[in-house]
């Protein structure tokens, strides 16, 4: 009877102590695949911080072209040359448009939103790479989103006031009515505070760029430290 209780011990020890092998085995085999998705959406992440940057440093030159030329126009507010500036290249943009327009910020984050979405992001351990990745994706971003959004709707006023008082603005810039519209409207002093409104956007824009670059490059530069 001892034996048949010390053989059926043995028989239920071995089953447990299989069991637990193969919860163990099956808990290693998780932590690596989780470890692997982790290794997979930071070396994604990074792919997708390298064409970030590229793109900020794109828009960044965009919105300091439109800022110089403008910065010109008030330097040499009420004695501008209305031939030079007629004919002047403006690299594929007449000067109303530059003067006016905004440039919209659509940077190529379909990655993040992607791993975002399936819960990638949040498998992530490292606190200091999830703080700097929200920082880049979601704090700067939104930031610049709305500078965006406030140059905007002065593009929208300063439009409507081109429209209701000269009109010759929006028609062909080699026309004399154009020249005698632009000649108006560099001595115009509404126009002169929409300008340095402008201007002063784009400074902003361009500044806010700036350390979102920082951001992105400290933010590749960790999560290159973790996946080497």
Excluded at 73 to 92: A, Q, R
Aim: proline letters at 2%; hydrophobic letters at 40%; a neutral charge.
């Amino acid at each position: 009877m001892k034996n048949l209780f010390a053989k059926g011990g043995i028989e239920f020890l071995a089953v447990l102590l299989g069991i637990s092998g193969s919860l163990w085995m099956e808990n290693n085999r998780q932590i690596k695949l989780e470890d692997e998705q982790i290794y997979n959406t930071l070396y994604s992440l990074k792919e997708e911080l390298v064409t970030l940057n590229e793109y900020s440093e794109r828009y960044k030159s965009k919105i300091l072209r439109d800022y110089k030329i403008c910065e010109k126009l008030l330097t040499d507010w009420g004695s501008n040359n209305i031939d030079s500036l007629v004919n002047h290249d403006l690299e594929g943009r007449d000067l109303i448009l530059t003067i006016k327009a905004y440039r919209a910020f659509h940077p190529p984050i379909s990655i993040f939103n992607s791993l975002k979405s399936d819960g990638s992001i949040g498998l992530i351990k490292n606190p200091n790479i999830k703080t700097k990745i929200n920082n880049v994706y979601e704090v700067s971003f939104s930031h610049i989103q709305e500078g965006v959004d406030n140059e905007r709707n002065l593009y929208q006023k300063l439009n409507e006031y081109m429209i209701l008082n000269y009109p010759y603005l929006l028609i062909d810039h080699k026309s004399s009515k154009y020249k005698t519209a632009l000649s108006k409207f560099l001595n115009d002093e509404i126009a002169l505070a929409y300008i340095i409104e402008k201007n002063s956007m784009r400074n902003f824009l361009a500044n806010l760029i700036s350390r979102y670059m920082i951001r992105v490059n400290d933010l590749n530069l960790l999560i290159d430290s973790q996946i080497k």
